[in-house]
């Protein structure tokens, strides 16, 4: 497939105090290859699958230094390469009998990024995810009660700051629910053990998060 952005408005004529349009944009082209295959079979489904992406003139908000205006510029040539590998299974389909776990997950993926002579400070083309994984794991605790597991392991490409790069980090999100045909009660923990991490330059994401809530849905008769 290929496909072409135009610039935005915002992209061309904003001015503000740390950004600065640039109205001499061009749009951005891309070309895309991809492919992969899926299974599905009793107790599993997955699906393998790899692309690469040449980019030109991709439109982006950079910066040389950290004390410049970030602005828009076309970058010459971005090229991307990708796998991603995911794979469920379910142990009661697969013995077909009742068990304590009722799901297995794992999700991973990798981005390699062939920037060019690029190494401006950017917002968004150069600042990705190089390696994702995600492991996830459902079990029942009694009765209606259920959990849920995720474990997330990420690694990002470019700096946070001029002489500091990313650092990879795990993450470790939980979900406890109470679960009826019609009413589901949860407790969820996002970032359970308060890792300490950044998502974009030297912001950093909140601790732990819980939250809780019901669910309930409503049938009317026809």
């Keep these: 497939s290929t496909s072409l952005r135009m610039p935005t408005f915002t992209d061309l004529f904003y001015s503000g105090p740390t950004n600065l349009g640039n109205p001499d944009l061009k749009p951005e082209k891309s070309v895309n290859y991809e492919g992969g ?3 599905n079979y009793s107790g599993f489904s997955g699906h393998t699958g790899a692309f690469h992406r ?26 991307s390469t990708g796998i991603e590998v995911s794979g ?8 077909n009998k009742k068990l304590f776990i009722t799901k297995l997950g794992l999700n991973y993926s990798y981005i390699y990024l062939d920037k060019g002579g690029n ?6 083309v150069l600042d990705n995810l190089k390696h994702k994984l995600d492991m996830e794991l459902n079990n029942k605790i009694w009765s209606n009660l259920k959990a ?10 470019g ?16 979900r406890v629910m109470w679960k009826t045909p019609s009413t589901e009660i949860y407790a969820m923990a996002a970032n359970l053990f308060e890792t300490a991490y950044f998502d974009l330059g030297i912001i950093q994401q909140p601790g732990r998060w819980i939250s809780l809530g019901i669910n309930y849905q409503v049938r009317l008769k026809k």
């Design 159 to 174: 700096m946070r700051t001029k002489t500091e790069p990313y650092d990879p980090f795990w993450l470790v999100n939980t």
């Design 37 to 39: 295959i899926k299974v």
């Design 119 to 124: 190494n401006f400070f950017s917002n968004y």
């Design 88 to 95: 469920n299974f379910f142990p009661e389909k697969i013995w």
């Design 54 to 79: 040449r980019g030109k003139d991709l439109i982006d908000w950079v910066r040389e230094k950290e004390t410049d205006k970030w602005q828009t510029k076309n970058l010459t040539k971005i090229n």
């Design 148 to 157: 849920s597991w995720r474990v997330s392991y990420q690694d990002r490409n």
